[in-house]
T-cell receptor, first 116, second 114 residues
Framework: AQSVTQLDSQVPVFEEAPVELRCNYS??????LFWYVQYPNQGLQLLLK??????LVKGINGFEAEFNKSQTSFHLRKPSVHISDTAEYFCAVSPPFSGGYNKLIFGAGTRLAVHP | ETGVTQTPRHLVMGMTNKKSLKCEQH?????MYWYKQSAKKPLELMFVYSLEERVENNSVPSRFSPECPNSSHLFLHLHTLQPEDSALYLC?????????????FGPGTRLTVT
């Protein structure tokens, strides 16, 4: 069975500073990896995804993530954050051939708080 | 309306009440999902519908009853809920229920059971 661990429940950071949100997963098979963002009072929005190929994935709003198979990690990074990046961030995995339908397994989330 | 909408946005109900949550997607998708988001816990997949047929019931108690009358609408009927059922209920849709099909989420219904 697959599982996702987001190592930090909250990450405070000052505006224009770099940030890294950590995600580790557990799986005996290859998986697809995703990062979603949830702004206050809104649903989840896909930031980026890793399916195959280059281990560095670029997403929307200046975010990127790096897939590290040996460390089973998929950390999310941004070199300079804005106040508007304040939100909850969710890492998720999707095992291929998971009964033929689209199954996402989520981590518990990391709340990013950007301060002026 | 665009994307995925959910009504109501907030709902307070007693344990003996019966209520329904509604989800509508305006994206022409064929698959719809219900998730439960509890505080400090990962999102939990509850149900998956593909072309109005339920393809997954993730061990959800029978006090939650989904209904998908067509590919644009999804309901979650609630009855005799427990306080621990208080959570944010999120609806999502995707082009189809196959893997790699991106899921689009609604804003959720915040449910409080008293």
């Amino acid at each position: 069975a697959q599982s996702v661990t987001q190592l930090d429940s909250q990450v405070p950071v000052f505006e224009e500073a770099p940030v890294e949100l950590r995600c580790n997963y557990s799986s005996s098979v290859s998986v697809y990896l995703f990062w979603y963002v949830q702004y206050p009072n809104q649903g989840l929005q896909l930031l980026l995804k890793y399916l195959s190929g280059s281990t560095l994935v670029k997403g929307i709003n200046g975010f990127e993530a790096e897939f590290n198979k040996s460390q089973t990690s998929f950390h999310l990074r941004k070199p300079s954050v804005h106040i508007s990046d304040t939100a909850e961030y969710f890492c998720a995995v999707s095992p291929p051939f998971s009964g033929g339908y689209n199954k996402l397994i989520f981590g518990a989330g990391t709340r990013l708080a950007v301060h002026p | 309306e665009t994307g995925v909408t959910q009504t109501p946005r907030h709902l307070v109900m007693g344990m003996t009440n019966k209520k329904s949550l509604k989800c509508e997607q305006h994206l022409g998708h064929n698959a719809m999902y219900w998730y439960k988001q509890s505080a400090k816990k990962p999102l939990e997949l509850m149900f998956v519908y593909s072309l109005e047929e339920r393809v997954e019931n993730n061990s959800v108690p029978s006090r939650f009853s989904p209904e998908c009358p067509n590919s644009s609408h999804l309901f979650l009927h609630l009855h005799t809920l427990q306080p621990e059922d208080s959570a944010l209920y999120l609806c999502a849709s995707s082009q189809d229920a196959l893997e790699l099909s991106e899921q689009y989420f609604g804003p959720g219904t915040r449910l409080t059971v008293t």
